[in-house]
C-alpha cells in the first residue's frame, strides 16, 4: 500500500511585519496541512520596514517550536514556486469583506495558471481582523500601542529601531 503524499501548503506574503493575524492563520494552516512554508516576497516593497532576511529571521523564531512550520523566500510566479515546493495549496487569510477583491482575483489568477493548486482562504480569530501591517507601522510610528497585535519580537525589534532612531516618529510634536 502507498503512503499518502504529504499535504504542503504555502503561506505567502510579505511579512513585513509579521502580525498576529499572521501568525494566527499559519498556526491555523499548520493544523491542516502536514508541512507548511511561509514564503516572503522578495523585493516588493522597495522600502520595506524590515529586510528579506529579518523577516525570515523573526518567522523562524516565532515559528521555532513547531516541526511543521519551514520559511523560505521567492520571487517570480508564486504558482512556479508552489510547483517547485511540491505544494498542493497556497493558503490566505481573509479578515474582512475588503479583502476579498483582491484575493478573489489572485485566486482565480493562481488557479488559471496552475490549476491543480487549490487556494484556501482561513479567517483569523476575531480580535485580529483589523489588523494589517500597514496599520501597525502607522500606529506605531505615531506613538500608539501595538502589543498582542504582533509578536512580542516585532515589538521589541520596532523599539529598537526607535531608539536606534531608525524609525521616523511621526507623532505631533
Ligand atoms: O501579504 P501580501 O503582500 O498581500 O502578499 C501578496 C503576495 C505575495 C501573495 C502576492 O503579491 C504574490 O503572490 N506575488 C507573487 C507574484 C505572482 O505570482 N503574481 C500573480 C498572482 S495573481
Do not use: W
Not at 503561506?11 to 491555523?28: A, Y
Amino acid at each position: 500500500m502507498s503512503a499518502t503524499p504529504a499535504r504542503i501548503a504555502v503561506c505567502p506574503g510579505s511579512f513585513d511585519p509579521l502580525t498576529m493575524g499572521h501568525v494566527d492563520i499559519i498556526e491555523r494552516a499548520a493544523r491542516l496541512y502536514d508541512r507548511i512554508v511561509v514564503a516572503v516576497l522578495l523585493n516588493a516593497d522597495k522600502r520595506p520596514l524590515f529586510s528579506v532576511d529579518e523577516r525570515v529571521a523573526i518567522i523562524e523564531d516565532v515559528f521555532a517550536g513547531r516541526d511543521n512550520v519551514t520559511v523560505d523566500t521567492f520571487e517570480g510566479l508564486l504558482v512556479d514556486y508552489a510547483r517547485q515546493k511540491g505544494a498542493s495549496v497556497i493558503v490566505r487569510g481573509l479578515r474582512a469583506v475588503s479583502d476579498f477583491e483582491y484575493e478573489f482575483q489572485m485566486a482565480l489568477m493562481n488557479r488559471h495558471l496552475a490549476p491543480h493548486i487549490e487556494t484556501t482562504f482561513l479567517m483569523p480569530a476575531e480580535q485580529y481582523t483589523y489588523i494589517s501591517s500597514r496599520l501597525i507601522k502607522e500606529v506605531f510610528s505615531l506613538g500608539g500601542p501595538i502589543d498582542g497585535l504582533v509578536p512580542p519580537v516585532v515589538e521589541a525589534k520596532l523599539h529598537a529601531r526607535r531608539q536606534a532612531r531608525l524609525l521616523p516618529d511621526a507623532r505631533p510634536t
